[in-house]
């Protein structure tokens, strides 16, 4: 009988563009390949001709939605899909490449919404999916434009690949009752909590920025994960408090806060290893080759952090001639390959630091003594030297770069400490209650603004554009705060037509690296047992990482081990007389 309903009804899905359409309970249109909605209506006359139809519906929840006023029905992969598009476009506005949100991204949430069997993917035999409940046009596709479509986001790139499957959500999704959403504005949100995924990746909010880096990482971009998690931090990509970008449609109480309310600062291992984890469970091939000429290859990191740390220029070559000598260069060791469990995991940007760390052991020691040493001799040089560039002095590039760091160390901690996880926009869950929340968020506000003026704290300032460096040197400054153009004449020798050392000593961090399976980590590390040079270095590039400094020294370790190799390993001669 439906079927004669829809007889006279030919127009192509908007949407799938199939022919094949059912009739709503309020008398709409709607695709039953994808489930979308027109706008075009049917007029049924005869009363007893509508008691007979067996008419399949869609709307179920609008009319849920006018008996709680609990917004519309709406499922947790929409809540984590429209937080994949604001921070998509919030990366876009950064200046990254405009296809990363509608051909990169996209088919990755594509592909893992199939692998997880969210969607794109058969219906399971002998159960009954529970379509997505579309909202009225008049109220919804009109005062709620922003409002992201599942199919509609999911249609915007071009390429389809292998996700041109049958659009169907999951079993788990499926048998969603009435009962099971009480404790959630989501239809599925006590489920997806419930529900045991070994064999899945869960959607999590630090996997949004795994996507992300993933993306990013596909098309080369150069911003590197604590870039990336930095920029979060500063508030130019949504995370904290993500969910007041949620339409007003989209209730969000009880369960969902526990999926999407975050109350941490995200961590670098922790996006770094669920990002490895995607790629893996999404079964993606080789990504693109980082070649010399990429902004993650190790030469040009290393240029970008001797900037920032405020580093004579001529200390490029030496990191360019130890990323040469150890082969961390080579296309082979920085591609990722998901799922290549015989090659070891690239951080770029720690690595690039860790090559910098090296480089100042080789040169100055960091022995607490001898960099100390040089620089004497390089400030008695300086007095006597009016032609050409000053030497660099250790002890006065420690002092800029240690008042420059105290600051911004403490300005960071300050900005932590003030902050409010409480998101600005309040969240009420009906009618009734907006008027007593809204309320209550403006005494808060006012109380606030009033203790401020008694106390006299000032309000902070807007925030300053992203930028990739987060400390700035000039060489015209006339303080001489800036030793980019320091010579290392004074700590150099030329020996058989190359500029070596000096320094003939080297002490290792470790003299055998632990198992990071076993141990979690490649090499111990306590402030104590390093000397305070050391130690501050990896301060400095860890505030700069903003990671902690283990990681940077399991990195100095690794590269050390790969340096001094065949000293470490060598072989003793063996002794034939004592053989009997």
Request: aromatic residues 10%.
């Amino acid at each position: 009988m439906d079927e004669e309903a829809t007889r006279d009804f030919n127009e192509r899905c908007a949407q799938c563009s199939e022919v094949n359409w059912g009739l709503t309970d309020g008398g709409r249109f709607y695709c039953r390949s994808c489930h979308n909605v027109t706008e075009r209506t049917r007029e049924v006359v005869n009363a007893d001709f509508v008691s007979n139809v067996r008419i399949q519906t869609i709307s179920k929840g609008l009319r849920k939605q006018e008996k709680t006023d609990r917004g519309c029905e709406w499922y947790v992969c929409e809540g984590f899909q429209l937080v994949l598009k604001k921070q998509a476009e919030a990366l876009e506005a950064l200046g990254v490449c405009p296809q990363m949100k509608d051909e990169i991204l996209c088919n990755f949430w594509r592909r893992y919404l199939q692998k997880s069997k969210q969607a794109y993917c058969n219906r399971p035999s002998g159960e009954t999916v529970k379509a997505l409940s579309v909202c009225d046009s008049s109220t919804d596709v009109d005062s709620e434009p922003e409002r992201p479509s599942l199919l509609h986001l999911l249609s915007l790139s071009e390429s389809e690949g292998d996700l041109q499957t049958d659009c169907s959500f999951a079993s788990s999704t499926s048998k969603v009752s009435e009962s099971t959403s009480v404790c959630s504005g989501s239809v599925d949100g006590s489920l997806y909590l419930m529900k045991n995924q070994k064999d899945k990746l869960r959607m999590t909010m630090p996997m949004t920025l795994s996507f992300c880096y993933m993306a990013l990482l596909w098309l080369r971009e150069p911003m590197t994960l604590s870039d990336l998690l930095r920029f979060v931090v500063e508030g130019h990509i949504p995370y904290l408090n993500v969910f007041q970008h949620f339409p007003e449609k989209m209730k969000l109480y009880g369960l969902d806060l526990k999926i999407f309310c975050v109350e941490s600062w995200p961590v670098y291992e922790e996006v770094y290893s669920k990002m490895l984890e995607l790629a893996a469970f999404l079964d993606l091939p080789r990504f693109p080759d980082i070649t010399d000429s990429c902004f993650l290859h190790p030469d040009m990191l290393c240029m970008k952090y001797l900037m920032e740390a405020n580093l004579p220029d001529e200390l490029h070559n030496w990191t360019c001639r130890v990323v040469k000598k150890i082969c961390i260069g080579e296309v082979d060791f920085l591609t990722l390959v998901p799922g290549n469990k015989s090659t070891r995991n690239v951080k770029y940007d720690v690595l690039a630091a860790a090559v910098i760390v090296v480089v100042l052991k080789l040169l100055f020691l960091l022995d607490d003594h001898y960099e100390w040493l040089l620089s004497d001799f390089a400030e008695e040089r300086n007095k006597n030297n009016k032609e050409g560039g000053p030497y660099f002095e250790f002890k006065k590039w420690y002092k800029v770069i240690k008042c420059s760091l105290d600051v911004e160390q403490k300005k960071l901690d300050e900005e932590r400490a003030k902050y409010l996880w409480r998101c600005e926009k309040p969240l009420f869950y009906s009618a009734q209650k907006k008027s007593k929340v809204l309320k209550r968020r403006q005494m808060v506000v006012n109380l606030q603004n009033q203790f401020g003026k008694l106390s006299g704290s000032v309000r902070p300032a807007e925030k300053p554009n992203p930028s990739s460096f987060q400390l700035r040197w000039s060489e015209e400054n006339t303080d001489g705060s800036c030793f980019h153009g320091h010579s290392l004449k004074g700590i150099l020798q030329e020996k058989c037509g190359l500029l070596t050392a000096m320094n003939p000593d080297y002490w290792l961090c470790t003299v055998k690296l632990c198992t990071e399976k076993l141990c979690g980590h490649l090499a111990h590390y306590r402030e104590v047992d390093f000397p305070q040079s050391y130690h501050f270095v990896l301060r400095l590039f860890s505030f700069l990482l903003r990671i902690q400094p283990s990681y940077i020294h399991d990195e100095v370790c690794v590269i050390e081990h790969k340096l001094f190799n065949k000293k470490l390993y060598k072989k003793p001669k063996y002794n034939t007389g004592l053989r009997k």
